[in-house]
């Protein structure tokens, strides 16, 4: 359940951008990604600790296919 502060617009933007700066980091432009990543920060210093947990979950969601084939 979203918390007041989750249904903020500056935590959606903040979110936003951090979710651009995932993309970028992985399409290899880690400069932008944390240019992205600081403005998200000073938006909503929370979002640091939001897109770790977030992070953390998608990796276990994918650990449960590691080694998995589709047959």
Known sequence: MATRHEDS???KKAHDLAEQALDKAAGGDPRK??????EAKSI?????????REAAE??????????????
Not at 33 to 38: F, G, Q
Not at 44 to 52: L, N, R, S
Not at 58 to 71: E, F, L, P, S
């Open 9 to 11: 617009p500056e935590h």
């Open 33 to 38: 990604a944390r240019d992205l990543i600081e």
């Open 44 to 52: 909503d210093p929370k979002i640091g600790e939001e897109m770790a």
């Open 58 to 71: 998608d990796q276990k969601k994918a650990d449960k296919y590691v080694g998995k084939t589709d047959k």
